[in-house]
């Protein structure tokens, strides 16, 4: 079992569709959580990070924990075509940093 | 501009030569970082620095050096590289000192034949 999944999608929407992009993981240990956005021939960039459970909003974006899951949640409310990219959760255990593969994400116009 | 350099940002090599890719950032960041990406495993790191004079490995250090001598230049040495090592390189440093909040580079794409 990886310590980090992600579904690969694709997965293509509307326009003004919510999102839900998801990632599960093993490692109890994590205890920082982070959402990354990488556009084609980019670097990943940081959308959002958390170290807690619940929900961390910042403008169209929702980022969800369940520790006692071990399931995190990235809400994009809104969607819009340049929003378009492929979605990488990662998380730290103050040792390692895990990506999980990536969520590729397309909204169509 | 505040961002992370890397060069070259594309590079064919063959097996056995030596190769360095360059990495600066200028925002004074004291954490560093080298990852690898491949299609379905994501990014995978491969070292780390915290500071000057120190480095530490990642999950994937097989095949790989690097030195952190100045805080703004973290350089990755493949000694004797192999085709096992094509893949797209990315740089990252961090504002806050770990791993958290990492700004990454724009990649370097490295095929090894």
């Known amino acids: 079992q990886k310590e980090v999944e992600q579904d690969p999608g694709p997965l293509s929407v509307p326009e003004g569709a919510i999102v839900s992009l998801n990632c599960t993981y093993s490692?109890?240990?994590?205890?920082?959580f982070m959402w990354y956005r990488q556009y084609s021939r980019k670097g990943p960039e940081l959308l959002m990070y958390t170290y807690s459970s619940g929900n961390k909003e910042d403008g169209r974006f929702t980022a969800q924990v369940d520790k006692s899951s071990k399931y995190i949640s990235l809400f994009i409310r809104d969607s819009q075509p340049s929003d378009s990219a492929t979605y990488l959760c990662?998380?730290?255990?103050?040792?390692?940093?895990?990506f999980g593969p990536g969520t590729s994400l397309s909204v169509i116009p | 501009e505040a961002q992370v350099t890397q060069n070259p940002r594309y590079l064919i090599t063959v097996t056995g030569k030596k190769l360095t890719v360059t990495c600066s950032q200028n925002?004074?960041?004291?954490?560093m970082s080298w990852y690898r990406q491949d299609p379905g495993l994501g990014l995978r790191q491969i070292y780390y620095?915290?500071?000057?004079?120190?480095?530490d490995k990642g999950d994937v250090p097989e095949g790989y050096k690097v030195s952190r001598k100045e805080k703004r230049n973290f350089p990755l040495i493949l000694e004797s590289p192999s085709p096992n090592q094509t893949s797209l390189y990315f740089c990252?440093?961090?504002?806050?000192?770990?791993?958290?909040?990492?700004?990454f580079g724009p990649g370097t794409r490295l095929t090894v034949l």
């Open positions: 990252a440093s961090s504002t806050s000192g770990r791993a958290d909040e990492q700004f």
């Open positions: 925002m004074n960041h004291e954490y």
């Open positions: 620095s915290m500071n000057v004079e120190v480095t």
């Open positions: 990662a998380m730290w255990d103050y040792d390692k940093v895990i």
């Open positions: 490692n109890s240990a994590f205890q920082y």
